[in-house]
C-alpha cells in the first residue's frame, strides 16, 4: 500500500435495519478488500468523517463485497445510520491483527456476544462455520438488553440446525409487549449452561465495555484460562495503523497491535474496559 | 563520547549566503531569524538576503517538526509536485527529534507517505549550539549540542556546521550531504580545515558542555523513567498537574509529538483525507462513540505525555520522546518544569 489512507469506493447496497439502533449495511466495493477475520476496517461518510467497524461478514465472501453492522452511538454513526441504498461511501484497510484462527483448530469455541458486539463475532462466526470440521464445537452465548435489541434475529433458526453448534440467548429485561420464551438476565447467566470443557476452550468476547470486564472474569470463573481469552477492544482508532495515537491503552495500540488481544496480554494495563 | 570530524572542510561565512542567492530558485531554503522583539526567540523563515539570520547560537522556537509534519495536511490524494528545500541551522535536539520521528512514521507498520516525501525533498544542514537557553537540556539525555556523525551509516543531517572564527567547518553526514558539497564548491571557496581548526572545535564543545551540565546541575542525568507510572502516583500527579489549564502547548510545540486526527473533507465524488495536529492534553481526546474516556481526568491526561515520551515510545522505538529541548518548558503558562517533574519522582 502506497498510501496507507488510500480509500476504496463502497456502494450502498442495502441497508438492514437489526434493531432500534444498529443497521447493517451491505456494501460492493469498486476493488477487492481482503481482510482476515479480527481485522477491521475505516468506514467514511464523505465530507462528514470516518470510524472503525470490524465487518461483519464472512473473510470467505467474495472481496468485492462486504457487510458493516453499526450502532448508532455517536456523530458518524448517527449520520451513517441516515444512509440508504444507493449512497455511497468510503472504505480503507484493513488494520490491525486477525484472530489467529490456528489456535482455535481442534478446540471448542466459545463466542461470548452483548448488543451490537455480535457483529465483529457474527465474522468470525461465519469463517468457523466455513471450515466447522476444523473445529471441535462452537458454543455461541448472546445477549441483548431486550428481544427488540437483539440482532441478525432472522439468522439464529439457522446456526441452530448446525449440529456442532449450541447457541443460547439472553436479555436483560422483557418490556410489556415483547415476547421472550429464553433465558432473562445479563448474557453472563449462559455460562452457568454451557457444556464444553473449559481448561482447553477458546473464549471470544466482544461487546460494550461494561460486559467485556464482567464476561472475562465470569469466563475466568468458568475455568478458561487467560490466554485463551480473546477479547476484541473497542477504542478510538482514527488511522488505523498506530500514527495517530488515540487508542493507545498502556504499552499497546488498540489497533496495530490489536484489535484482539487475548487477556492474559492486557490485564495489566490500566483502563482496558474504558 | 567526543568524536573528531574527519574529512572537515571549510567554507567563509560570507560565502555561504552568496551560496544561498545562486540556489535559492532551485531550493526552498529555510533558516532561523531572530523576531524583531526578542532576540532569543528563533523562527524558521525562508531565505531574504535582506535580513540577519542565525546560523547558530541555540533551538529556533518553533520545532523541527513544523517543516516535516504541518499543523495540517492533506493526506488523500497526495500532491507530490513540491521543491526540494534546504533547511539550514537545525540544532541537535532537533536532528534527534527527527530520528524519533523517523522511527515512528517511516520505519514502524506504515510509512507516512507525506513525512516521507518531505524528508526526501529537505537537505538538513545542522549546526553547532553556541548558546544555551534556560530550558535546554540536551545533556540529561547524553544527547550533545552539536551532531556528530557517529557510523558509517548516512547521519539525519547532510552536512552539519560548526563555527570556527569567521568560517564553518562542515562535516559530510549523509550522500546527499556529498551533493552538497558539489553544489556548494561551485558557489563558495572550500578548503582542508586543519588539526588547529579541529582543536578549536574540540575546546568549543568542551565549552558548550560545561554550560549545559552547569545549566542543569540540579537534576541527576541518570535518571530512572518507570517510576512515574507507578500505581500509588495518583496523588502526586494530582498535585503536579494542579495548574494545568490543557491548553495543550506543550503537545504542539515539542518536536517529537505527532498524534493526528483525521477529518474526511471529501466532496463532489472525490475522496479528500486531512490530518491535524491533536493534542493528548485536551479533554476528549481519547473518547469512543458512547462517550467512554479512558483518560477522563486532568492528571491522567497531564500523566499520559510522561508515560508517552519515556515509557510508550522507549517501548516501541526503543528511544526515548524526549530529546531535552525545553520548548515545552519555555511555553507552559502554568510554568511546569518538566525537569522537576522527573526529578522529583527521583527522590522518593
Ligand atoms: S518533551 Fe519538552 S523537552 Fe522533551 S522534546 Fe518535547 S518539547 Fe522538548
Ligand atoms: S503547556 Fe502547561 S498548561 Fe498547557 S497543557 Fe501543557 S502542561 Fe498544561
Given at each position: 500500500m502506497d498510501n496507507p489512507y488510500e480509500v476504496l469506493k463502497a456502494d450502498v447496497l442495502n441497508v438492514i435495519e437489526e434493531s432500534p439502533q444498529i443497521k447493517t449495511f451491505q456494501l460492493k466495493l469498486e476493488k477487492p478488500l481482503e481482510f482476515q477475520t479480527g481485522q477491521f476496517v475505516e468506514l467514511s461518510l464523505p465530507g462528514i468523517g470516518e470510524a472503525p467497524f470490524t465487518p461483519s461478514?464472512?473473510?470467505?465472501?467474495?472481496?468485492?463485497k462486504m457487510d458493516v453492522t453499526i450502532m448508532n452511538a455517536g456523530f458518524v454513526t448517527n449520520k451513517l445510520?441516515?444512509?440508504?441504498?444507493g449512497d455511497i461511501l468510503g472504505i480503507r484497510g484493513p488494520y490491525g491483527k486477525g484472530y489467529p484462527l490456528d489456535k482455535f483448530k481442534g478446540k471448542d469455541i466459545l463466542l461470548l456476544g452483548g448488543g451490537v458486539g455480535l457483529a465483529p463475532l457474527r465474522c468470525l462466526l461465519l469463517t468457523l462455520i466455513h471450515d466447522i470440521?476444523?473445529?471441535k464445537s462452537i458454543t455461541l452465548c448472546f445477549g441483548a438488553r431486550t428481544p427488540q435489541d437483539?440482532?441478525?434475529?432472522?439468522?439464529f433458526a439457522d446456526w441452530r440446525k448446525i449440529n456442532k453448534i449450541q447457541l443460547s440467548r439472553s436479555v436483560d429485561e422483557i418490556p410489556k409487549g415483547e415476547k421472550w420464551d429464553e433465558k432473562v438476565g445479563v448474557?453472563?447467566?449462559?455460562?452457568?449452561d454451557i457444556k464444553i470443557d473449559t481448561k482447553d476452550a477458546v473464549a471470544v468476547a466482544c461487546g460494550p465495555p461494561i460486559m467485556m470486564k464482567f464476561g472475562t472474569y465470569a469466563l475466568i470463573d468458568k475455568g478458561f484460562k487467560e490466554e485463551n481469552i480473546y477479547l476484541s477492544m473497542e477504542k478510538k482508532m482514527y488511522?488505523?495503523?498506530?500514527?495517530?495515537?488515540?487508542?493507545?491503552?498502556g504499552k499497546y495500540?488498540?489497533?496495530?497491535?490489536?484489535?484482539v488481544f487475548t487477556y492474559d496480554t492486557i490485564k495489566n494495563e490500566e483502563k482496558i474496559w474504558e | 563520547m567526543n568524536i573528531s570530524p574527519k574529512n572537515t572542510l571549510l567554507v567563509r561565512v560570507a560565502d555561504l549566503v552568496k551560496f544561498f542567492e545562486n540556489v535559492k530558485n532551485d531550493f526552498d531554503i529555510f533558516i532561523p531569524y531572530t523576531s524583531n522583539s526578542d532576540n532569543d526567540n528563533l523562527f524558521y523563515k525562508k531565505?531574504?538576503?535582506?535580513l540577519d539570520f542565525v546560523p547558530n547560537k541555540f533551538r529556533t522556537i518553533?520545532?523541527?517538526?513544523?517543516?516535516?509534519?504541518?499543523t495540517s495536511e492533506k493526506i488523500?490524494?497526495?500532491?507530490?509536485?513540491k521543491r526540494k528545500r534546504i533547511i539550514f541551522g537545525v540544532k541537535n535536539c532537533d536532528i534527534q527529534a527527527l530520528k524519533v520521528l523517523d522511527s515512528a512514521?517511516?520505519?514502524?507498520?506504515?510509512?507516512?507517505p507525506n513525512y516521507k516525501m518531505w524528508r526526501e525533498k529537505s537537505y538538513i544542514i545542522s549546526s553547532d549550539c553556541t548558546d544555551i537557553l534556560?530550558?535546554?537540556?540536551?545533556n540529561l539525555f547524553d544527547i550533545n549540542p552539536y551532531p556528530t556523525k557517529d557510523s558509517d551509516k548516512d547521519a539525519i543531517f547532510d552536512l552539519n556546521f560548526s563555527p570556527i572564527d569567521d568560517k564553518f567547518l562542515i562535516t559530510i553526514g549523509s550522500k546527499k550531504g556529498e551533493e552538497l558539497v558539489e553544489l556548494l564548491k561551485k558557489y563558495c571557496s572550500v578548503s582542508n580545515a586543519s588539526a588547529k581548526d579541529n582543536d578549536k572545535l574540540e575546546s568549543q564543545y568542551a565549552e558548550i558542555r560545561k554550560k549545559l551540565t552547569d545549566n542543569n546541575?540540579?537534576?541527576?542525568?541518570?535518571?530512572?523513567?518507570?517510576?512515574?507510572?507507578?500505581?500509588?502516583s495518583e496523588k502526586k500527579w494530582k498535585e503536579i498537574s494542579?495548574?494545568?489549564?490543557?491548553?495543550g502547548a506543550c503537545t504542539n510545540i515539542c518536536p517529537t509529538c505527532y498524534c493526528i486526527i483525521v477529518n474526511d473533507e471529501s466532496e463532489n465524488g472525490k475522496f479528500k483525507k486531512v490530518r491535524t495536529w491533536d493534542s493528548c492534553?485536551?479533554?476528549?481526546?481519547?473518547?469512543v462513540a458512547g462517550g467512554a474516556?479512558?483518560?477522563?481526568?486532568l492528571w491522567e491526561r497531564f500523566r499520559n505525555r510522561y508515560q508517552c515520551k519515556f515509557i510508550l515510545m522507549n517501548q516501541n522505538f526503543?528511544?526515548?520522546?524526549?530529546?531535552?529541548?525545553?520548548r515545552c518548558i519555555s511555553t507552559c503558562s502554568a510554568e511546569i518544569d518538566k525537569r522537576e517533574v522527573i526529578q522529583s519522582f527521583q527522590e522518593v
Amino acid at each position: 500500500m502506497d498510501n496507507p489512507y488510500e480509500v476504496l469506493k463502497a456502494d450502498v447496497l442495502n441497508v438492514i435495519e437489526e434493531s432500534p439502533q444498529i443497521k447493517t449495511f451491505q456494501l460492493k466495493l469498486e476493488k477487492p478488500l481482503e481482510f482476515q477475520t479480527g481485522q477491521f476496517v475505516e468506514l467514511s461518510l464523505p465530507g462528514i468523517g470516518e470510524a472503525p467497524f470490524t465487518p461483519s461478514s464472512s473473510h470467505y465472501q467474495d472481496p468485492t463485497k462486504m457487510d458493516v453492522t453499526i450502532m448508532n452511538a455517536g456523530f458518524v454513526t448517527n449520520k451513517l445510520h441516515q444512509v440508504k441504498a444507493g449512497d455511497i461511501l468510503g472504505i480503507r484497510g484493513p488494520y490491525g491483527k486477525g484472530y489467529p484462527l490456528d489456535k482455535f483448530k481442534g478446540k471448542d469455541i466459545l463466542l461470548l456476544g452483548g448488543g451490537v458486539g455480535l457483529a465483529p463475532l457474527r465474522c468470525l462466526l461465519l469463517t468457523l462455520i466455513h471450515d466447522i470440521d476444523d473445529y471441535k464445537s462452537i458454543t455461541l452465548c448472546f445477549g441483548a438488553r431486550t428481544p427488540q435489541d437483539l440482532i441478525y434475529k432472522d439468522q439464529f433458526a439457522d446456526w441452530r440446525k448446525i449440529n456442532k453448534i449450541q447457541l443460547s440467548r439472553s436479555v436483560d429485561e422483557i418490556p410489556k409487549g415483547e415476547k421472550w420464551d429464553e433465558k432473562v438476565g445479563v448474557v453472563t447467566v449462559l455460562l452457568d449452561d454451557i457444556k464444553i470443557d473449559t481448561k482447553d476452550a477458546v473464549a471470544v468476547a466482544c461487546g460494550p465495555p461494561i460486559m467485556m470486564k464482567f464476561g472475562t472474569y465470569a469466563l475466568i470463573d468458568k475455568g478458561f484460562k487467560e490466554e485463551n481469552i480473546y477479547l476484541s477492544m473497542e477504542k478510538k482508532m482514527y488511522c488505523g495503523f498506530g500514527q495517530c495515537r488515540h487508542c493507545v491503552m498502556g504499552k499497546y495500540y488498540a489497533c496495530k497491535d490489536g484489535p484482539v488481544f487475548t487477556y492474559d496480554t492486557i490485564k495489566n494495563e490500566e483502563k482496558i474496559w474504558e | 563520547m567526543n568524536i573528531s570530524p574527519k574529512n572537515t572542510l571549510l567554507v567563509r561565512v560570507a560565502d555561504l549566503v552568496k551560496f544561498f542567492e545562486n540556489v535559492k530558485n532551485d531550493f526552498d531554503i529555510f533558516i532561523p531569524y531572530t523576531s524583531n522583539s526578542d532576540n532569543d526567540n528563533l523562527f524558521y523563515k525562508k531565505f531574504r538576503e535582506n535580513l540577519d539570520f542565525v546560523p547558530n547560537k541555540f533551538r529556533t522556537i518553533d520545532p523541527i517538526k513544523t517543516l516535516f509534519y504541518f499543523t495540517s495536511e492533506k493526506i488523500l490524494p497526495i500532491s507530490n509536485k513540491k521543491r526540494k528545500r534546504i533547511i539550514f541551522g537545525v540544532k541537535n535536539c532537533d536532528i534527534q527529534a527527527l530520528k524519533v520521528l523517523d522511527s515512528a512514521l517511516l520505519e514502524d507498520n506504515f510509512v507516512e507517505p507525506n513525512y516521507k516525501m518531505w524528508r526526501e525533498k529537505s537537505y538538513i544542514i545542522s549546526s553547532d549550539c553556541t548558546d544555551i537557553l534556560p530550558s535546554c537540556h540536551c545533556n540529561l539525555f547524553d544527547i550533545n549540542p552539536y551532531p556528530t556523525k557517529d557510523s558509517d551509516k548516512d547521519a539525519i543531517f547532510d552536512l552539519n556546521f560548526s563555527p570556527i572564527d569567521d568560517k564553518f567547518l562542515i562535516t559530510i553526514g549523509s550522500k546527499k550531504g556529498e551533493e552538497l558539497v558539489e553544489l556548494l564548491k561551485k558557489y563558495c571557496s572550500v578548503s582542508n580545515a586543519s588539526a588547529k581548526d579541529n582543536d578549536k572545535l574540540e575546546s568549543q564543545y568542551a565549552e558548550i558542555r560545561k554550560k549545559l551540565t552547569d545549566n542543569n546541575s540540579e537534576y541527576s542525568s541518570n535518571r530512572k523513567y518507570e517510576v512515574i507510572a507507578k500505581g500509588d502516583s495518583e496523588k502526586k500527579w494530582k498535585e503536579i498537574s494542579e495548574e494545568c489549564v490543557e491548553c495543550g502547548a506543550c503537545t504542539n510545540i515539542c518536536p517529537t509529538c505527532y498524534c493526528i486526527i483525521v477529518n474526511d473533507e471529501s466532496e463532489n465524488g472525490k475522496f479528500k483525507k486531512v490530518r491535524t495536529w491533536d493534542s493528548c492534553q485536551l479533554n476528549g481526546y481519547a473518547k469512543v462513540a458512547g462517550g467512554a474516556s479512558p483518560r477522563e481526568k486532568l492528571w491522567e491526561r497531564f500523566r499520559n505525555r510522561y508515560q508517552c515520551k519515556f515509557i510508550l515510545m522507549n517501548q516501541n522505538f526503543s528511544k526515548l520522546g524526549c530529546t531535552g529541548c525545553g520548548r515545552c518548558i519555555s511555553t507552559c503558562s502554568a510554568e511546569i518544569d518538566k525537569r522537576e517533574v522527573i526529578q522529583s519522582f527521583q527522590e522518593v
